[in-house]
């Protein structure tokens, strides 16, 4: 069981950024040679529009029908401050390209501009029914008016429109938050993190998920300071027998409240009594059936108990409900590893690695069924990337060395044989020369030298 217990009492109310223009990471300024739109994204990463615009201009000449420059254009026109002017050229035309860019103009140059820039989306989607970007994009608008049932009826055409943009269902998820379908929420947040989400998508599903399965929403007032007061015994000064003492108290007065008998299980869970804490948990999840961090605990005390299938159906039930619990994704990745599912496998860590980049377990795991799958660049890369973070990482230097020793030992040609080689002595190397009696280092590079 995992001994730091993670609870929320206060959750912030999420909020969409402002539309967002640019769909393209910006490309590294380090890089040796730039294309004119890469060039572009640098200079609109510097606020510079001034300097992206000629070369925007130029490419939109070119590309007319690609709405990722069109954003661009957009952007680069408010950041050079001449957003009125291109404002009074756009409103010339009626077509959906123009009625699109001064919608995303509008959003951005003025927080009250929701009403015009709304009109602008609709318009576009009007004349080009078929493009979803224009709904999304109206659906978004509507959104952040505030105007939740028709936001939410765009959104819908535009996800099933074109599906394969992930994060085009975190607005979805949380228009049907706020129409008051819960579970639709969920599933439209799971789709979002299990296609590739970035770093910023990851917060958002977060704090939406936390909006959606607060344990405290409904929580009397009158309580929550005996209940912050039993959260600090057990999560700040490890004192479970006291924590119980607390929750009990409070018990007596809410004997309905899924929280306490969750807090209440992992006491017990603490205090090694299996029975009491199983008893305390099923009853949480009785009373709130659709909070799968309860679901978590659970499978978490089951596998510490040896009750694998029990652990996997409760890792199961907590993914359906709450789809950005990481924990619950490694579990359920180790799982389809050990059956040889190597598929099912490499999605749930993927979607680990995605929730938690800095995780040496979910980059790890993920090495290692790109490594049986005999995909060396992919597991070469996901190793890495935790040495990115950690540099002195042995034991990723050690994997590094024994997985490219493997790829020399399956190498065809002679140059890849020589290539790996170099990788696999480089790493086994560094690791001998801290720990010059590793076993498993010294035996891999025999291997190389053998051969």
């Known amino acids: 069981m995992n001994r730091c217990v993670k609870v929320r009492l206060l959750v912030s109310a999420l909020s969409l950024a402002p539309l967002s223009f640019t769909a393209c990471r910006t490309v590294s300024s380090t890089s040796a040679v730039l294309t004119p739109r890469e060039e572009a994204q640098v200079f609109l990463a510097r606020g510079d529009g001034a300097r992206a615009l000629p070369l925007l201009t130029e490419l939109q000449a070119k590309e007319p029908k690609d709405l990722g420059l ?20 756009l409103a010339k035309k009626d077509t ?35 493009e979803p970007e224009f709904k999304y994009r109206l659906g978004v608008a509507l959104l952040e008016s505030e105007q939740y049932e028709p936001a939410r009826v765009e ?25 008051g379908d819960n579970r639709g929420a969920t599933d439209a947040i799971r789709s979002a993190v299990m296609g590739n989400p970035s770093p910023a998508d990851v917060k958002t599903a977060r704090a939406l998920m936390d909006q959606i399965a607060d344990p405290f929403a409904g929580f009397p007032r009158s309580a929550r300071g005996q209940l912050e007061q039993a959260i600090q ?4 000064a490890d004192v479970p027998q006291q924590a119980i003492v607390q929750l009990e108290e409070v018990l007596r007065d809410h004997p ?7 807090l209440l299980g992992l006491s017990w869970a603490r205090l090694d009594d299996a029975g009491r804490a199983v008893e305390e948990l099923k009853r949480a999840i009785e009373l709130a059936p659709e909070d799968g961090k309860n ?31 990481d924990q619950a994704w490694l579990k359920v990745g180790d799982v389809a590893l050990e059956r040889q599912d190597y598929v099912a ?37 996901e190793l890495h990337a935790v040495l990115e973070r950690d540099p002195e990482n042995l ?38 020369e801290t720990q010059p009696e590793n076993a498993i280092a010294s035996r891999a590079l025999e291997r190389l030298k053998a051969r």
């Open 395 to 432: 034991e990723f230097m050690l994997r590094l060395g024994v997985l490219h020793t493997e790829r020399f030992t399956k190498a065809k040609s002679a140059h890849e044989r020589d290539e790996a080689s170099a990788e696999a002595s480089k790493w086994l190397t560094k690791v001998l």
């Open 256 to 262: 309905d409240e899924a929280v306490i008998h969750a």
């Open 345 to 381: 496998a490499r999605k749930n860590f993927e979607v680990a690695a995605h929730l938690v980049p800095e995780s040496p377990a979910a980059r790890g795991k993920l090495a290692l069924v790109h490594q049986l799958d005999g995909n060396w660049p992919a597991a070469d890369r």
């Open 233 to 236: 015994w057990l999560e700040v």
């Open 96 to 130: 959906a390209l123009s009625h699109y860019q001064q919608g995303l103009v509008r959003f951005a140059k003025a927080a009250d501009a929701s009403a015009p820039a709304i009109a602008n989306f609709r318009r576009a989607a009007e004349l080009e029914p078929g």
């Open 295 to 325: 679901h978590l605990y659970l499978a978490e005390l089951y596998e510490a108990r040896q009750r694998t299938k029990n652990a996997e159906e409760h890792y199961l039930k907590a993914l359906e409900r709450n789809p950005v619990l």
């Open 155 to 179: 959104l819908e055409a535009a996800v099933k429109q074109s599906a394969d943009h992930a994060s085009w269902f975190l607005p979805l998820a949380k228009v049907r938050y706020r129409t």
């Open 70 to 89: 069109a954003r661009m254009v957009a952007e680069a026109h408010v950041k050079a401050s001449n957003a009125d002017a291109f404002l009074a050229t």
